[in-house]
C-alpha cells in the first residue's frame, strides 16, 4: 500500500534551518510528484509547492520564495523540504503529498511538527 | 490569486441529517479543477472529491460534489458519526494552488 512516512519534530531557533524528509513506498516514486503542504497551530492549510519527481521541476509558492527548497532522491524514494530564515510564524505542522493527475492529493504524510522558538 | 471562500464557517448538524458545505471562487477555477479535503484532528487531511465532482478511491456515495466556475458544493447525503471533521476545498486550476480557510462540520 502507498505510504508517505516524514521524519520527526523539529525544533528550532528562529534565523536557522529545518530540513524535513517524507519518503514513500508502495509505488513507483518517480511517476508521481511531491506536494509540500503546512498548517499552523489551529489554522488552515497552506500550499508550498510543488516537486516533479520525474525532472526535478519545481514550483514553489511567491511568500516561499528564495527560502525554501525541494529536493528528492529517487535511490532512497525520498523527499525534502529545506525552509531557511525561520521565523515564529513558521511553526507548523508540514505535510508532504503525493501529486496525482495534475495537483490532486491522494497519499499524504503523517505531519511533521516544527517549532520554532528561541 | 485565487481566493476561495468557504461558508458557513461551522454547521451544527445531527448524524443522519444533510450537510451543504460551499466554496466559493474570487475567479473562475479553470478546468473545475477543485478538491474537497476532510481533515479530523491530529490527522492528515484525506482526499474526498476531485475535479469537483469525481469522488476519491473508497469514499462512500454519501459525499458528492457539484458546482462549476466559482461556485462550488459539497454535499453529505446523511451524516456518519464519523463525517464530524472540518472540510477544505482546494483549486489546482492555476498557480498558486490555495485552500479554502475550512468549514467545520460539528455534532449539535
Known amino acids: 500500500q502507498v505510504q508517505l512516512v516524514q521524519s520527526g519534530a523539529e525544533v528550532k531557533k528562529p534565523g536557522a534551518s529545518v530540513k524535513v524528509s517524507c519518503t514513500a513506498s508502495?509505488?513507483?516514486?518517480?511517476?508521481?510528484?511531491i506536494s509540500w503542504v503546512r498548517q499552523a497551530p489551529g489554522q488552515g492549510l497552506e500550499w508550498m509547492g510543488w516537486i516533479s519527481v520525474y525532472n526535478g521541476n519545481t514550483l514553489h509558492a511567491q511568500k516561499f520564495q528564495g527560502r525554501v527548497t525541494m529536493t528528492t532522491d529517487t535511490s532512497t524514494s525520498t523527499a525534502y523540504m529545506e525552509l531557511r530564515s525561520l521565523r515564529s510564524d513558521d511553526t507548523a505542522v508540514y505535510y508532504c503529498?503525493?501529486?496525482?493527475?495534475?495537483?490532486?492529493?491522494?497519499?499524504w504524510g503523517q505531519g511533521t511538527l516544527v517549532t520554532v522558538s528561541s | 490569486e485565487i481566493v476561495l471562500t468557504q461558508s458557513p464557517g461551522t454547521l451544527s448538524l445531527s448524524p443522519g441529517e444533510r450537510a451543504t458545505l460551499s466554496c466559493r471562487a474570487s475567479?473562475?477555477?479553470?478546468?473545475?479543477?477543485l478538491a474537497w479535503y476532510q481533515q479530523k484532528p491530529g490527522q492528515a487531511p484525506r482526499l474526498l472529491i476531485y475535479?469537483?465532482?469525481s469522488r476519491a478511491t473508497g469514499i462512500p456515495d454519501r459525499f458528492s460534489g457539484s458546482g462549476s466556475g466559482t461556485d462550488f458544493t459539497l454535499t453529505i447525503s446523511r451524516l456518519e458519526p464519523e463525517d464530524f471533521a472540518v472540510y477544505y476545498c482546494q483549486q489546482y486550476g492555476s498557480s498558486p494552488r490555495t485552500f479554502g480557510q475550512g468549514t467545520q462540520v460539528e455534532i449539535k
Open positions: 475535479n469537483a465532482s
Open positions: 475567479q473562475s477555477v479553470g478546468a473545475n479543477y
Open positions: 503529498a503525493r501529486v496525482w493527475f495534475g495537483e490532486i492529493y491522494d497519499y
Open positions: 508502495g509505488y513507483i516514486f518517480s511517476n508521481y510528484g
